[in-house]
């Protein structure tokens, strides 16, 4: 579970994405007493609530949680054939890279 300042971040997260606490809980979810209780800090978010909340406001975990970012860390060149806007692929591949991140720091291992 992670506490600390992730409860402002994802209030941030939330206002910038437009959502109210109640379409937030129904894109995640999440019920929005339990969502109410993680923004106020009453309640630490468990690591797949951070997921889903970051899918859903387009930020990533790390972002949530206010650790350094695989953003920070990350390059990344692409190229789209299907139409694809580079901001939505390069969104997505930061999504998958923290989350091998954080599996990696938790000495889960991943397939390839």
Request: contains cysteine; glycine residues 8%.
């Amino acid at each position: 579970m992670i506490k600390g300042n992730t409860g402002k971040l994802i209030e941030r997260a939330r206002v910038d994405a437009g959502l109210s606490q109640r379409a937030l809980a129904d894109r995640t979810g999440i019920s929005q007493p339990t969502l109410s209780r993680i923004i106020s800090g009453d309640r630490a978010a468990k690591m797949p609530e951070l997921v889903v909340i970051a899918w859903a406001t387009g930020r990533t975990v790390a972002q949530l949680t206010g650790t350094q970012t695989v953003a920070n860390r990350a390059q990344c060149a692409a190229r789209a054939t299907n139409g694809s806007e580079m901001d939505g692929m390069r969104q997505a591949l930061l999504h998958f890279l923290e989350l091998d991140d954080y599996l990696a720091e938790q000495a889960i291992p991943t397939a390839i």
